[in-house]
């Protein structure tokens, strides 16, 4: 996982997220399958964003993560993607998260639902819901979670809505069930 920590994106969008102070964050998404998968590939890609996730069911505004970006993007250059889990059940039609944890098991890919956090007395943590996998085996793979509610088309419509197609034309999609449980 050195190759993720120790890139520069990834520890300024680790320092700037640790300097708000935000309740159970991490960072997931693009940052970290660009960075991965630009490695192993040997095709580099600078992801598009920054995408800070937390959960805190006292303040459930959009227009507090829309501040937060805000304040971000300012203070780093980079562009942060903030959002509340604990708001993001009713954009998704989902039942309420409980948890950053219990959003990320229902997400679309399994590739996006790998999170990294830091703190300032201690290093970085990377940690996966459904492994490490398709870091180092790049595959766009539907999670359980989408498996289990028959939301294939939901699926593919995220592959489609953030061009991932285009973006890692050589990566397949899998939504066979076993490869998913």
């Not at 935000?22 to 580099?44: E, F, H, Q, T, Y």
């Not at 956090?117 to 979670?145: E, K």
Request: proline letters at 6%; aromatic letters at 12%; hydrophobic letters at 40%.
């Amino acid at each position: 996982m050195d190759l993720l920590i120790h890139q520069p994106i990834v520890s300024a969008s680790i320092a700037a997220s640790m300097e708000i102070n935000l309740p159970n964050w991490c960072i997931v998404g693009g940052l970290i399958r660009d960075l991965a998968w630009g490695k192993v590939l040997s095709r580099p890609v600078f992801p598009r964003d920054v995408d800070l996730i937390y959960f805190n069911d006292n303040d459930t505004l959009a227009e507090t993560d829309w501040e937060l970006e805000r304040k971000l993007q300012q203070s780093s250059g980079l562009p942060f993607r903030v959002n509340n889990q604990a708001r993001m059940h009713e954009f998704n039609s989902e039942d309420k998260y409980t948890s950053v944890a219990d959003a990320m098991g229902k997400f679309p890919s399994t590739v996006s639902a790998i999170g990294i956090s830091g703190a300032h007395d201690r290093a970085p943590v990377i940690f996966s819901i459904f492994g490490y996998g398709a870091l180092f085996d790049p595959v766009f793979q539907i999670t359980p979670h989408f498996v289990n509610k028959g939301r294939y088309n939901d699926f593919e419509e995220y592959l489609k809505r953030n061009n991932l197609f285009d973006r890692w034309p050589e990566v397949p999609v899998r939504m066979d069930v076993d490869r998913a449980q």
